[in-house]
C-alpha cells in the first residue's frame, strides 16, 4: 500500500513541495517526520540530474533517515532510485521516522516516492511543536564542509551536514519546528569572492527568498526550484534569525561605502521577510566567520525600525571561530564552534521570545 506524503500522513520538514507523487526537497534540513506503526516500510529517495553522473560525490544529494532519533541511514543518492528498508521488526511497533537532507540546494536535489507499508500498517504526522522557526543563511547554516577537518579541502555534499551546525542545534534545543534557507558562498549584495574588485551579484539570497531555492541541479519532471514560489503561508514561523554577511564582506573589506550600501540592501530584504512574515520577530545575527560588517548589522536593523515603525527586531553577536582549535573544510568553523555559536544563540532567543 502506498502512502502519499501529505500533511495527512506526515509532517513535512522545511520548504517541500508535493509535485504530483513526489514529494519535492531543496534545502538543507528539509524533509519529513511520521509516526509509523508496523513490522517495517520501503522508503524510496529520488536523486536529480547529479546523480546521473558517476564518481559525482561532490554534488550528490546526501539524506539521513532516523528511526527514534537514532541515524539509520546516511546516504548519497548516486543512482536515480535509492530505494530502504526502515524500522523493520518481527512485531508491530511504534517508531516515529525522520528522514532529513543534509546536504544544500545549490548543488544537489532529491525527492521522496510515496510510502510504502503492509495492510493494516499505519503512518501519521508527528505533533506540531509549540513554536516555529526559520533561518536564514549561507554555508555556515548548511554545515559546510562539517565532516571534513581538514581546511584545505573543497566543498563536497559528501561532507556537509546541516544536522551539526548551529541554526540546527538552536531549534533542537528550543524544541521547534523550522525551516532553513541557506546556499553557500550567498550574500546581500555579494556572493563570495576572491576578488575585491568583482561583486558576485549573481548569488544573493534576497533574489532566490520568495521561492524554493537556486540550484544548478534538476530533478525529472519538476521545475527548478528557483522558478516554484514558496507559499508563505504553509509554514508560518514566530522567530526568524537572518546569518547574512560573511560572504559580503569577501566583496566590502573595509570600505564604508560598500558596507553602507550592504546595510541599505539589508534594510530593503527586512523588508521583504517583514512583507512575507507579518507576525515573526527578525533576529539580525553574525560572527561566527569573522564580524567586520557586524556593527552595519546592527546599523541595518536601527534603520529598518525608524523607518517602519517595527519594533520586532533584534541583533545578536555570534563569537567568532578560533583558528587555534582549528577549522572544517575552506576554513569553515568546526562542530565545536557551532556548538559555541549555539549556546549564545539559545538564550538570546529564549529571552527575547519569552520561551
Not at 529517495?45 to 546521473?52: R, T
Request: glycine share 6%; charged share 20%.
Amino acid at each position: 500500500m502506498k502512502i502519499s506524503l501529505n500533511a495527512e500522513n506526515v509532517k513535512c520538514l522545511g520548504r517541500t513541495i508535493l509535485w504530483k507523487d513526489t514529494l519535492f526537497l531543496s534545502l538543507s534540513g528539509s524533509g519529513i517526520e511520521f509516526e509509523y506503526k508496523g513490522c517495517g516500510l520501503t522508503l524510496t529517495l529520488l536523486g536529480g540530474s547529479a546523480s546521473e553522473i558517476p564518481d559525482n560525490q561532490a554534488n550528490y544529494a546526501r539524506m539521513a533517515i532516523y528511526v527514534n532519533d537514532k541515524r539509520v541511514y546516511d546516504v548519497q543518492l548516486s543512482s536515480a532510485e535509492t530505494t530502504l528498508r526502515i524500522a523493520e521488526s518481527t512485531q508491530p511497533e511504534k517508531s516515529v521516522i525522520r528522514v532529513i537532507k543534509l546536504s544544500e540546494c545549490a548543488m544537489s536535489l532529491a525527492g521522496i516516492a510515496p510510502l510504502e507499508i503492509s495492510a493494516g500498517e499505519t503512518v501519521k504526522p508527528t505533533p506540531a511543536k509549540a513554536h516555529r522557526m526559520e533561518f536564514i543563511g549561507d554555508s555556515i547554516t548548511c554545515g559546510y564542509g562539517i565532516d571534513d577537518e581538514d581546511p584545505l579541502h573543497p566543498f563536497q555534499t559528501a561532507t556537509e551536514d546541516v544536522t551539526r551546525a548551529y541554526a540546527y542545534k538552536t531549534v533542537k534545543a528550543l524544541d521547534v519546528d523550522y525551516s532553513m534557507f541557506s546556499t553557500s558562498g550567498y550574500g546581500i549584495i555579494s556572493g563570495y569572492t576572491g576578488d575585491p574588485t568583482i561583486q558576485m551579484t549573481n548569488q544573493l539570497i534576497p533574489d532566490f527568498y520568495e521561492s524554493m531555492g537556486f540550484s544548478y541541479d534538476r530533478m525529472p519532471s519538476i521545475p527548478a526550484p528557483m522558478d516554484i514560489p514558496w507559499t508563505f503561508d504553509a509554514f508560518v514561523p514566530d522567530a526568524i534569525v537572518v546569518n547574512l554577511g560573511t560572504n559580503d564582506d569577501s566583496y566590502c573589506q573595509e570600505d564604508a561605502t560598500r558596507q553602507q550600501i550592504y546595510a541599505d540592501a539589508y534594510v530593503d530584504f527586512l523588508k521583504v521577510i517583514r512583507k512575507r512574515n507579518p507576525n515573526a520577530m527578525i533576529i539580525c545575527v553574525l560572527g561566527l566567520m569573522g564580524d567586520r560588517l557586524y556593527p552595519w548589522v546592527c546599523k541595518a536593523a536601527k534603520t529598518y525600525s525608524e523607518e517602519t515603525g517595527d519594533q520586532r527586531i533584534h541583533t545578536v553577536h555570534l563569537p567568532e571561530q578560533d583558528a587555534s582549535v582549528g577549522y572544517v573544510s575552506d576554513y569553515h568553523p568546526l562542530e565545536s564552534a557551532h556548538e559555541k555559536a549555539a549556546n549564545v544563540l539559545i538564550p538570546a532567543i529564549r529571552e527575547i521570545m519569552g520561551w
